[in-house]
């Protein structure tokens, strides 16, 4: 495992002010049409309170109000109103110019107790080495998905048998996730495999689908070092043109480290492209 993080987030003389570089490693979507991952703008907000503070996250709830495309520069703003003797209270404003592209409100701090439990319990799926990759829609790119280590160990995106019987019975979907990089699992990297909860869209739905989120939130419990995080998402429900869901990510021990919760816009794509691209699948 490397120490080097993820995301290379640029600090500025003012302590409360970072910068990131849109680069196409952080990005997602088609080819000349990237833009950078909502879980990367999370992970870039907790990341800058987490330096201004000195504090470990507590969670982080981002909205997601505009698009960054590589070569942007997004800038970061920290603002801490509320500073306790445990907890601050913290905000992050992300922006190109005047231009905002996601806002992150947050809770950073720790207190010492002897009660440390847990009650969810990691899925009993097979290793990541015996899963199969995700699937990519856009493998001539070196995006986000480039760099990640995404398994799928329960449910499959829109395979045969769930475009001919119709929906899940249960919207769940079991992902295996690290960083090709070696990156440490902390914080960001949770918030950026967080917002693979839309990704079970398409297996909820039995159709090729995703959807583009419109918030990300992570309640973090207890990091601990792990290779591998499994996670447990649950589509919950579909209306209106939105989908719902959340997710629970364990340690290769069955540590529970952190649970979270998306909405997201359903974007059904063409049936026949998708079979051309993934005629496995199809």
Known sequence: MSDSAFIDLKSTHNPHRFYLPVEERLCVGP???????????????????????????????AQYLSFANPPDVVDVDVRAPIVGKNITQARVLAHIAEREIFTVNAAVGERESDQSHQWLTKPDVAPPEDCPPMPRFDETSEDLHTFLDMRVAQGRYAPR?????????????????????????????????NDFVPSGTSHALGLPAGANSLDNTLRIRKIVETEWVCCDIQ???????????????????????????????????????FAKRFPKEA
């Open 161 to 193: 048998r769930q475009i001919s019987g119709g929906r899940s019975e249960d919207g769940r979907v079991v992902l295996w996730g690290r960083a090709k990089t070696g990156a440490p699992i902390d914080s960001a990297m949770l918030a950026i495999i």
């Open 31 to 61: 080819p000349g049409h990237k833009f950078l991952f909502g879980g990367v703008g999370l992970a870039t907000a907790i990341t800058a309170l987490e330096r201004t503070t000195g504090r470990p996250c507590i969670w982080a709830t």
């Open 235 to 273: 589509i919950e429900g579909v209306h209106n043109g939105f989908v719902h869901g959340r997710i629970a990510m364990f340690a290769d021990d069955g540590t529970l480290m952190a649970t979270g919760s998306q909405s997201g816009i359903i974007r059904i794509f063409d049936p026949e492209a």
